[in-house]
């Protein structure tokens, strides 16, 4: 069961949605009591048919196993109203999974009651135990390695990068998801949660998050990090850019979204397509030469032919392939990485 | 008495140097055995007269009052060989200040020693105890933001940024230097180990840190870290350029320094500074608009009239004022950020 209350559906539960749609395990319900009655497939489609239910009461009759905190919301702190629900979970015999940058395992309450009750707290944000600088190291030869960038965080890049490394696999190559985020490593069992890394030693954790990826398969799809134009995040975009050294990135935008996620109203837009594509070739070309590939549009809040026009334009306005690769599946956008990359 | 054993005036001591040259405290000895016998005046010019001594025991008949970490290595680490003269040190009475990754103060061994001895043992590097992420908060009115930035790391933006705050104070204007490393938290008494800071909340703690500065002064000379093209430390460096969102910047070389310290022999190259100028205006832009406003040369290995040669081509080449302010003054350089930013 997954814990959302009062944001499923919403940005901050992207967390919630990303572990639904691609996680290994099943999942029962979520909890969210402001949009109880309501069930997933409304937001996910029907192939998605889990309720979402007011209260823990009402979801342990589904027989959860474990309780997975499903949000990521800036800072990373739990929200204090959620502190009964966890207790309570862990006194009713689940495990908790956790994302937040505050560790649920390491919390008193909590890790007294995990005891009690013989149960688990995994906190999936654990940076490496190896704090090490970044050495600069050259990708295996005949390895491709295609890094997500975007005009925002809480863009679909996880989703984009799952969507083409399970395109990859169906096609028959060796390919392998680097997770970067705590969602990412839910889903994928391992990876680095970047941002939780000092930033000194973020470069050299996704250098060798990257290594790891490259003994597993020969295409490498690293999971990116907020926006190299986002005023909180973009040192940890850079890291991951650096860090990655990628063949080449895919851009993945949202049609519509004007601002930055959480900074509506500022003095700031989000700029248009072709300056992004510019300027993340640039950058990325002071450390080793990258192109961006292609353009993941995320148009979920479209009507389909809506988002086919969209599609349309973009190639248009920035000569690059364009698709949603979660709404149709990514198999255009790994023929244009292959095309380019060979 | 400063440690810096077989490495004072290599660029792994800088520490020891800056805190000589702008450090609050007299420094009665520098310990290097593969350097005693020579004095800090034959690196530093007459100003500087301190011996470098070869054992604890000749320091401590000058009477020191603490031992000081001289160094920054890549990654932080204390070399295993120094433990046993910090714990000899800490035994003779001696406090401990470090800026290594590693905290000393945590160390079971030093500190047990430390609460023996009643010395104290300060870590400068550790980050703040909040963690929150950047807010976007716009500079006050009337405040000038000026960041150093550099075509390298270990190149001299924190005694560019130092020598700009002296000259600001010295024509009359209140000026405030915000410290961004440990050696500039050493000299200052007060900033941010920004390289500690967990990337996810570098922006973060680099907004506040800017927030208290102005809060002291109108002009506030900000120390960049790490370049924007260095393959391990480049999410340090747009993590302040981000967070604190300079008016202007000032641009840090060396002649003749063509590839990142540390990295020499690989195949990338310092690229020419037109480019470092737009590319840093370009990528500072993308969350608040910025100039690159003079360029500061280290002349350090030059002869008098080569640098001043040097420092002429450099501003053909860019356009930009250019000048060495460690060696000749920060006058000419604040005066041109005057000029600018009026």
Chains 1, 2 share one sequence.
Request: glycine fraction near 10%; include cysteine.
């Amino acid at each position: 069961m997954i814990l959302a209350e009062g944001e499923f559906g919403e940005l901050p539960s992207k967390t919630a949605v990303g572990v639904i749609r691609y996680g290994p395990h099943e999942v029962v319900a979520v909890l969210d009591s402001t949009r109880a009655g309501r069930n997933v497939r409304e937001w996910l489609g029907d192939a998605y048919d889990i309720p979402v239910l007011a209260t823990l009461t009402e979801a342990l009759d589904r027989r959860p196993t474990a309780l997975l905190i499903g949000i990521a919301p800036p800072g990373g702190q739990l929200p204090p109203e959620w502190r009964q629900t966890v207790l309570e979970a862990i006194r009713a015999g689940l495990d908790v999974v956790s994302g937040l940058h505050v560790f649920l395992s390491e919390d008193a309450e909590f890790a007294a009651a995990a005891r009690q009750r013989g149960v688990t707290i995994t906190d999936r944000r654990r940076p490496p135990e190896r704090n090490e600088i970044a050495m600069g190291r050259e990708h295996q030869p005949g390895k491709k390695v295609v890094l997500t960038v975007g005009t925002d965080c809480a863009i679909g890049k996880m989703s984009v990068s799952l969507e083409l490394r399970n395109a990859a696999v169906a096609a028959g190559v060796p390919a392998v998801f680097a997770a970067t985020g705590q969602t990412g490593v839910m889903i994928e069992g391992w990876g680095l949660a970047a941002d939780r890394v000092i930033s000194d030693f973020l470069q050299g954790a996704v250098e060798r998050l990257v290594e790891q990826a490259e003994g597993l398969g020969d295409w490498v799809f690293v999971e990116g990090q907020g926006s190299l134009d986002h005023p909180a995040y973009s040192c940890v975009t850079l890291g991951l850019i650096h860090g990655s050294r990628p063949h080449a990135m895919v851009l993945v935008h949202e049609p519509g979204r004007l601002q930055h996620h959480g900074w509506e109203g500022r003095p700031t837009w989000i700029k248009p397509l072709p300056t992004h594509v510019a300027i993340h070739e640039a950058v990325a070309g002071l450390v080793a030469p990258s192109v961006v590939a292609a353009i993941a549009l995320n148009t979920v809040r479209l009507a389909e032919p809506e988002a086919r026009r969209a599609i349309a334009r973009v190639t248009e306005e920035t000569g690059l392939p364009a698709d949603d690769p979660v709404r149709f599946g990514g198999d255009r956008l790994l023929e244009a990485l292959r095309a380019r990359l060979g």
